[in-house]
């Protein structure tokens, strides 16, 4: 009976480390969902947010990219609450070693003028291009997209000029198993876009 009373609380001892261990409290082997709060608007009703537990990934990307679907302005999406510099309510400047997103439209729209998703080191992508009618398929050597990945996109078809001589044109890209990852959608002879992200 004795030995039984000392096993009791030596064996609920042990089930309890056992428990805590599989309960990691370390935080990089946790995994983290992104999430976007609302840091603060300035007085040029500019809106500034700030995802945490950025991960430069599809999924990640995707998820910033539906946040501003409806979101009309511009917004700029932080990784740090440290990468904007304001005096009050008024933005002074961006600090260039942190990773942020920015999405301008104009006039209070949801029509995209222009996107901005890496400000940080540019790896040039080299495309293979299929034009069809009204159409481009640029096609690289990636399997998911990153940051580097989608600037690469949106600067060729930013450059591009294709767009403007139809009312409509579409670009896609296509990673090297020739999925579709995302789709551009330009509109009134390439003044404004659409994103899509697969």
Known sequence: MKKLNRLIPFSLCFLFLWSCSNNSTNFSDNKQSPKIEFLKESTDSDYFYIINHFKDNEECIKYIFDFVSDKKG?????????????????????????????????????????????????????????????????????????VNTVQNFLDYAEKDQAKK??????????????????????????????????
Request: hydrophobic share 35%; net charge positive.
């Open 74 to 146: 511009w917004t700029i999406i932080l990784t740090d609450k440290n990468g904007a510099k304001f005096e009050g309510r008024v933005f002074i400047s961006f600090d260039t070693n942190k990773q942020r997103f920015s999405f301008f439209r104009k006039n209070n729209s949801l029509k995209n003028y222009s996107i901005r998703v890496n400000f940080l080191k540019n790896t040039p992508l080299s495309f293979s291009v299929e034009e069809k009618e009204n159409q481009k398929q640029l096609k690289a050597a990636f399997n998911t997209l990153t």
């Open 165 to 198: 001589q139809t009312e409509t044109y579409t670009y896609l890209l296509l990673n090297k198993n020739n999925q579709q990852k995302m789709q551009l959608n330009y509109h009134e002879y390439g003044d404004w876009f659409e994103v899509e992200i697969f």
